[in-house]
């Protein structure tokens, strides 16, 4: 039998909101509920908190292991990979200097040696500067 209840429990990474059973983010203190928007990216629902985004599914299988009930061998070791990607995510760009993976456009050492705050690698010792 199915428990129709909604269940609210406190979200593990930001202790001010809540989660339901049935999908849904609210603050705890407000009660406002937050708006999911489809992600054509990652093609599922998509929860912005805190300038950072959370897949909704996850969001549920993190939080009610009793989702996970009916599902195969297969879906549990999927499960297991995309919870993984959920505790860290992985860089999406790479850095137009270098190319190193990045969350940004450039890399953080590319991006101090354009604004000129690592000038270690301006002055060789060998050659006459002046």
């Known amino acids: 039998m199915f428990n129709y209840a909604e269940d609210w429990v406190t979200f ?45 599914n996850l969001l549920l299988y993190r939080h009610f292991p009793s989702v996970r009930i009916s599902i195969g061998k297969e879906w549990k070791q999927k499960l297991e990979e995309i919870e993984e990607d959920f505790e860290t995510p992985k860089p999406t760009r790479r850095c137009h200097d270098c190319g190193k993976p990045t969350f940004n456009y450039r890399c953080e050492e590319c991006w101090r040696k354009l604004r000129s705050q690592d000038t270690d690698y301006l002055f060789d010792p060998d050659i006459d500067h002046f």
């Not at 009660?31 to 998509?46: D, F, H, I, K």
């Open 12 to 56: 593990i990474l930001h202790p001010d909101y809540e989660i339901s059973s049935w999908g849904r983010v609210r603050h705890k203190e407000t009660g406002e509920y937050l708006t999911p928007y489809y992600s054509r990216r990652y093609r599922t629902w998509v929860y912005d908190i805190e300038d950072e985004r959370y897949k909704a």
